[in-house]
Every structure is written in C-alpha cells, then in structure tokens.
C-alpha cells in the first residue's frame, strides 16, 4: 500500500544536541511538507519542498532544516537554535496541484531530555 | 488572505445523537476544502474535499459537508455518531494563489467526544 512513513514514532533531544526526523513516501508525489503541531492548536508549515532539490521556508523555518536529494525523501533537521522543539511532528506529500489535498504520515513526537 | 475559523474548541454527544461539527472560512477565490480527522498519536486523515463539484460533499465512515457560499460555511455532519468518531476534526482550505504552491490553512480544530 501507498503512503508516508515517519521514524522514529518518538524521539528525545539533549541540550545542544541536533535531532533528524525521517519522511519517506511512495506515493510518486512531487511535492512533500513538513508541518509542527502544538496542544490546542492547527498545523503550522515548516518547510516544503515542490521537487527535488529544491524546497522553501514555512511559516516556521527558523531553528530547522531539510534537504531532498530524493523524490521520496524528505528528512527534517531540528537545531540546537530551536529552543522549543517538544512537540508533535507530521510529515505529508501532495501532487503539486493548487487545490489537491495532503496525504500525512503518523508522525514522530519529539520530547527535551 | 484566506482564513478558517472552527466554532467550537469541544463538541460532546451522546453514541447514535447526529454530530455537527462548524467551520467558516474566509476566500478571495473560489476555495478547496478538507476535512481531516486525528486520532490520537496519529497523522492527519482526509474525510472529504470540496472542489467546486457538488455543493454537499460525502465523505468516509458515514461523514457528509456542504459548502454555502453565501454563508462562507463548510460544516461537518454526520447522522449518527459511533464511539470510533471520538477524534479531533481539522477543516482546512486551500491557497492555490500563495507563490502557486498547494498551502494549507488549517482551523485549529474541533475535539469531538462521544459517550455511550
């Protein structure tokens, strides 16, 4: 079956210390995201990636990072300089259509020793 | 700038009593949108998408939503709650105008509870 994995399903930070969270897909989906989410509130965008190579700042960019030298892949980098990284981490793809909605991995939980 | 708004943080209904769960939405253009449903400890699932077809959209597990236009409202419905729909509901619009990438605007969600 089609769909995102995301791993690990839990991980925890050290002070100081740079974390990656894994995205695959197998969706043939051009485009991939990545997404925070805090208690109590909606989504909030990342980064975002259209095609490999390439990808674009969120609305939350600083203190993270990513790369996508493969279609399929798409890992998050959280930084030392994000000083409030505990929270709940979605990863999704869509085809680059205006309009398509964003299929979403189960998602990885990131916790501060 | 396009917006969602959710009107209620926590909706609470007995199993078998219908689920209404409410949604406005802000657009300059004609929208796209989603409803999605979290479990816990889980990703987001799409329930069903509005893309200017029908005006009432169904979607899976027994979920329907219709669009009005005059009203900028894309609520959720469904006839008869299961305990299984206990979740957190997330409608969500699309911005196909912003730099020309798929964004999505996300409400901040509804908390549906179901009692027996």
């Known amino acids: 079956d089609g769909g995102i994995t995301q791993s690990p399903k839990y991980l925890f930070r050290k002070e100081g210390q740079n974390v990656t969270l894994s995205c695959e897909q197998n969706?043939?989906?051009?485009?991939m995201y990545w997404y925070r989410q805090d208690p109590g509130q909606g989504l909030r965008l990342i980064y975002y990636s259209q095609i490999v190579n390439d990808f674009q700042k969120g609305d939350i960019a600083e203190g993270y990072s990513v790369s996508r030298e493969k279609k399929e892949s798409f890992p998050l980098t959280v930084t030392s300089a994000q000083k409030n990284p505990t929270a709940f981490y979605l990863c999704a793809s869509s085809i680059w259509q205006g309009g398509q909605p964003q299929h979403f991995g189960d998602g990885t939980r990131l916790s501060i020793l | 700038a396009q917006s969602v708004t959710q009107l209620d943080s926590h909706v609470s209904v007995s199993e078998g009593t219908p689920v209404l769960l409410r949604c406005n939405y802000s657009?300059?253009?004609?929208?796209?949108l989603f409803w999605y449903v979290q479990h816990p400890n889980k990703g987001l699932q799409l329930l069903l998408k509005y893309t200017s077809a029908a005006t009432l959209v169904k979607g899976i597990n027994g979920f329907e939503a219709e669009f009005k236009k005059s009203e900028t409202s894309f609520h959720l419905t469904k006839p008869s709650a299961h305990m299984s729909d206990a979740a957190e509901y997330f409608c969500v619009v699309s911005d196909m105008f912003s730099g020309g990438y798929n964004k999505l605007i996300f409400g901040a969600g509804t908390r549906l509870a179901v009692h027996p």
């Open positions: 657009s300059s253009y004609s929208p796209s």
């Open positions: 969706l043939n989906h051009d485009a």
